[in-house]
């Protein structure tokens, strides 16, 4: 079983660690204070058009950050999230293996991989500071099988079931706003955010040619994978003079189920194969804003009375200063879901296989996809009065 659940909230306002692993770096490499501010926000922010810029110390004391102070500003900085669960479970029965049981033979390989990523943005936090990103990558993948080998015998009096099933959760969501006023530098209210769920799943029953079983109930042989798959990723520009940003939500799925029954059998009752995939959600979603709806004024507005907590950020800048509000010269909101999916369901009997049963066959593959979507939406506000100000639309 892999379960990981990451808790951003415990990391992000744990300074001493933040501290621990800026020291670390700086060590490791023999950077300064500005060095290492540089590099953290050149790898993270530099793809973006505009914002590669923010890499320089002196442009960004220019903004009123101030680099040296690196163990408290580094919790302000991007959010990336990372999360990925690999887990197998597999069954064996060897050349020369005899089991026997006096009534239901069972043999069952069972996986449950459940994994939750996410990176989210601090709405006053991200009005303060100029730039914002999201990003955030999860995986699941393993093995689950159930393999009977050549020269083994599995006797069981009332039945013989053979199954491998895993069960699988991913859940992956980046969002990240960026509140901040242009002031006069469109460029310090863009950002992006992305997103990316990928699976890599086999899931296998299978009896070789030259094992021997032995009964006069049924047997079964299953495979089935079980998979609920959900990745989204959504980025907002919202302060006075929102330029937007771009957004990719990218979804990698593979996944093979199989099940093959290559013996020889006689005298059981029934035989059943089969290889089933049932997906219940697959769903993918891009969304990106740029300017204010209703709900993110009346949010920010009410966020915006917390005066402890804005008097904190403020405090990790200098020389902040009111300005006049600047008016969007233009707004982009770029949106792009992307989704590859290959999926494999097979069930097979052997070429020479030879059964004489008392009463029924089935061979059944099956794929069943629930809630299939991917979703993209990009939305651009403007004031209807020509002018950001506080206003929404």
Known sequence: MAVVDPGLLSSLFDSAAIKADILKMKNENGWS?????KKIIGDIMGPITGIGSLSN??????????????SELSALIPFLAVSIGHADSKIEVLDGADLHASQKLLVKADSTRTVTTESFSIPLVQSLIPFNAGMAFG????????????????KGEQGIALQAHSQ???????????????EGKQATTTGFAFAMANTGLTTSAKVNSGALLNTRGDVSLLALTEQAIRNKAVFKSLGNGAA?????????????????F????????HLDVSATNLISRQQNEATSQAGKGLADFLKFRAIGTVDPIKNY???KFKDVNPTQPTDSKFRLAASLGLVISDQQAEASIGQSTQLNLSGNLGLTALQEIRELHNLVNSTVNGSKRGEDQNDYS
Request: glycine share 8%.
């Open 33 to 37: 204070d500005e060095e290492a501010w």
């Open 57 to 70: 110390p002196d442009q960004l004391k220019a903004l009123g950050a101030d680099p040296a102070d690196l």
């Open 139 to 154: 995986r699941i993948s393993g093995t689950t099988s159930v393999e009977v080998k050549s020269g083994a015998t599995l």
């Open 168 to 182: 699988n959760t991913l859940t992956v969501e980046s969002e990240a706003t960026n509140g901040h006023d242009a």
């Open 244 to 260: 937007g940003g771009a957004v990719l939500a990218l979804s990698v799925l593979n996944s093979n189920t199989q099940a093959a």
């Open 262 to 269: 290559n013996a020889n059998l006689s005298g059981a009752r």
């Open 313 to 315: 950020v403020l405090s």
